[in-house]
Structures are given as structure tokens and as C-alpha cells.
């Protein structure tokens, strides 16, 4: 193991001993709840790192930058991504989801949002992780995710786009090369490039028409409905979102039957999530860092407890 790879899961180890998890501040931790909820997630974190499968440091993730040491929000993302966001099992049958995190899930880990957004600004302005804003969110909901793992998917879609049209599935892609996804590949390393957006005109600079309909079609861009401009896409977000928002919708479900409009959080974890492929902390730390649920501490543990935007389903 690398030197850059010991302190980055360093970092890890810091994330994990600095932050609440959504913690509510109002009751003392007489009874070490929050002691023991760092506890668990350290021993998870440990877990995940003797698997030399599910190393979020491993080489075939780094693609030159996995070596540098990630601020906390990074590790966290990071942390998310890797060893939250699916179980074990999940990450093998479901591993052609896109490998992203809601910004707002950080929050719920790191409660100072102004030092997260700092952070992650810096990172997209150093290239290493892209902001996205995905359909079927509101429009201050935005997923991270690692630009490795982004240039992954442009190659993906590369291939796919030329065994479509060996297969004469995409009739259309004859008019078109191939090399227009190396090209996109290229303008998504400048640095005007790193927005969420871009213009029609500037994309007609480097491209036709009929390449932006390939693009389109293959889920790297999105045409914005409003603007003369082009979001830049995730590919297969579909799936992602919907799954997720069936976790979000079940998990406000369980509360919003119970009287008092909370529940224990290992009476939550309990029960079965049926229409998500996502784990509990996942969803949770969703709820939780978008403000549809708090996290109190109680005698008996952790308390999850919907707020007035969770019961209105926002």
C-alpha cells in the first residue's frame, strides 16, 4: 500500500471521528450513542478496507489523482460512494449504476455546510470530481461524482455506440465517428468545461449537430428545455434515481404511519426496504442532510423523526 493511500483512508478515519452524522446537539451523549454510532461506522470503514475489491483507493480507480489526499468533504463523498451506498451484495448485481452522492448527504455527516460547498468547489475547479444536476431532484439537490469515474462512463458509451452500429441498431451513428466521444472525453478536461452546463454555441465550436444527437443518445448531455444550453448528463441516471427516490419515498412512508411521526433507528434498519437497491444510511443520510428528518439522541438510541418537509414530501 502506498504512502498516499495509508493517509487518504487517514482521512477517512478523521471524517468518521470529527462529525455527528446528523446528530441532534440538543441532548447530551450521556449514554455514548454517539460514541458507539462512530464506533460502528469505523468498524465498517475497517471492514471495506481488508477487501481488496472494494478498495475505493485501489489502481484501477485512480486514474492519476487517487493518490492526493482528499479534504474531508471528498473523503466523505468518497466514504458514501464506496462503502454506503450499496451492501456487498448489491455492489456485484447492481454495478452498472452510476457511482454518484447527493452534496446534501455530505451535510449530514459534516454539519459545516459553508466549509462543504468550499471544498467541493475547489475540487470541481481542480478537475477531480464533477457536479451534476439530475432530473427528478429540486433544483438545489446536486450529485458528485469522482471525474475518473465519469471519463469511465464516456468510454462506456463509446463502445456501446460502436456495437450498436455494427449491429445496425443505431442507423443514425453511420453518419457519425466514433472519435466524437474521444473528442467530448477531451473538452470535459478544460477548465470552462467543469460547469454543470454548457452552450449550444460552444459545443457547435467542436461539434455538429448529428454528433449532439449521438451524445444526447448515448446520456452524456441533456438538451436544457429553457436555455439555448446543454446539461452535462450521467449516464443510466435514470435507474439511479429511481430507485433512490423509491428509498426516499418508502423510508417517509414508515414514518409518516407512525403517530408520533418518528421511530427508533434500529427498529428503521429493521424493516425491510423493498424498492430501493440502496442501503438504510444511505436513504437516511439523504433525509437527514436535506432536512426531511432529524437524528436525535435518546436513552435508547438514535431517534429518526420526520420534519414539517418530510410530511409535506418535498
Known amino acids: 500500500m502506498g504512502t498516499g493511500q495509508k493517509r487518504s483512508r487517514t482521512y477517512y478515519s478523521t471524517v468518521i471521528e470529527n462529525s455527528d452524522y446528523g446528530l441532534h446537539p440538543s441532548i447530551p451523549d450521556v449514554y455514548g450513542n454517539k460514541k458507539r454510532a462512530k464506533r460502528d461506522l469505523q468498524q465498517q470503514l475497517e471492514q471495506s478496507n481488508r477487501s481488496d475489491n472494494d478498495d475505493p483507493f485501489d489502481d484501477d480507480h485512480d486514474d492519476g489523482h487517487a493518490m492526493e489526499v482528499p479534504s474531508d468533504s471528498i473523503a466523505t463523498a468518497q466514504y458514501l460512494i464506496n462503502n454506503v451506498m450499496l451492501g456487498p451484495k448489491d455492489r456485484l448485481v447492481n454495478n452498472k449504476l452510476p457511482r454518484v452522492c447527493f452534496i ?71 453518419q457519425v465517428e466514433a472519435d466524437v466521444f474521444d473528442r467530448f472525453r477531451q473538452l470535459l478536461t478544460k477548465d470552462q468545461c467543469f460547469d454543470t452546463m454548457i452552450t449550444r454555441q460552444a459545443l457547435l465550436e467542436g461539434f455538429t449537430d448529428k454528433e449532439l444527437t449521438q ?3 448515448y446520456g452524456l448531455l441533456l438538451p436544457h428545455m429553457k436555455k439555448d444550453s446543454y446539461w452535462f448528463a450521467i449516464r443510466r441516471q435514470g435507474g439511479f434515481m429511481s430507485s433512490f427516490l423509491k428509498g426516499r419515498a418508502e423510508m417517509l412512508r414508515i414514518l409518516k404511519k ?11 434498519k429493521a424493516k425491510k426496504l423493498r424498492q430501493t437497491v440502496f442501503t438504510h444510511d444511505f436513504i437516511l443520510h439523504d433525509l437527514i442532510g436535506s432536512g426531511r428528518a432529524e437524528r436525535y439522541k435518546t436513552p435508547m438510541g438514535d431517534l429518526i423523526k420526520l420534519t414539517r418537509k418530510g410530511e409535506l414530501g418535498q
Not at 427528478?136 to 439537490?141: F, R, V, Y
Open 258 to 268: 407512525r403517530s408520533t411521526k418518528d421511530i427508533m433507528e434500529k427498529l428503521l
Open 104 to 174: 446534501h448527504q455530505i451535510y449530514s455527516i459534516l454539519r459545516d455546510n459553508t466549509m462543504v460547498d468550499r471544498e467541493i468547489q475547489q475540487a470541481v475547479k481542480a478537475g477531480t470530481w464533477r457536479k451534476f444536476h439530475i432530473f427528478g431532484t429540486l433544483d438545489d439537490e446536486y450529485v458528485l461524482m469522482d471525474s475518473s469515474d465519469y471519463l469511465r462512463t464516456v468510454q462506456d458509451a463509446k463502445l456501446e455506440f460502436i456495437k450498436d452500429v455494427t449491429d445496425s441498431i443505431n442507423k443514425d451513428g453511420r
Open 215 to 217: 451524445l444526447c443518445k
